[in-house]
């Protein structure tokens, strides 16, 4: 199992910045990559931005050249740096790592922390 730990977050007005750091630990070797993901009041959770062990990332549309996800291999740490908020941008994100197991593929979250928006 790999435990997530968050922290960033917060109220930044619309066009403000604010950044996330998720530090990892536990059954490191698994991980095959890592992400955010964000969950809106009513709505389903998304992914936000995933980088993967090698260094490939993917971003959802409405976040592409606004936010930015990196690692630090060393620290085994991710970040997402999340530039020009929105309002719509306000959502309880998630840190995800994605791991092989015996089973097959496995998600592993963080707890969750509020970023919030306002106009």
């Known amino acids: 199992q790999v435990q997530l730990v968050e922290s960033g977050g917060g109220l930044v007005q619309a066009g403000g910045s604010l950044s996330l750091s998720c530090a990892a630990s536990?059954?490191?070797?698994?991980?095959?990559?890592m992400g955010w993901y964000r969950q809106a009041p009513g709505k389903q959770r998304e992914l936000v931005a995933r980088i993967t062990f090698g260094g490939n990332t993917v971003y959802a549309d409405s976040v592409k050249g606004r936010f930015a996800i990196s690692r630090d291999n060393a620290k085994n740490t991710v970040y997402l740096q999340m530039n020009s908020l929105k309002p719509e941008d306000t959502a309880v994100y998630y840190c995800?790592?994605?791991?092989?197991?015996?089973?097959?593929?496995?998600?592993?979250w963080g707890q969750g922390t509020q970023v919030t928006v306002s106009s």
């Open positions: 536990g059954r490191l070797f698994s991980v095959i990559a």
């Open positions: 995800n790592a994605l791991s092989t197991s015996e089973l097959g593929p496995k998600d592993d």
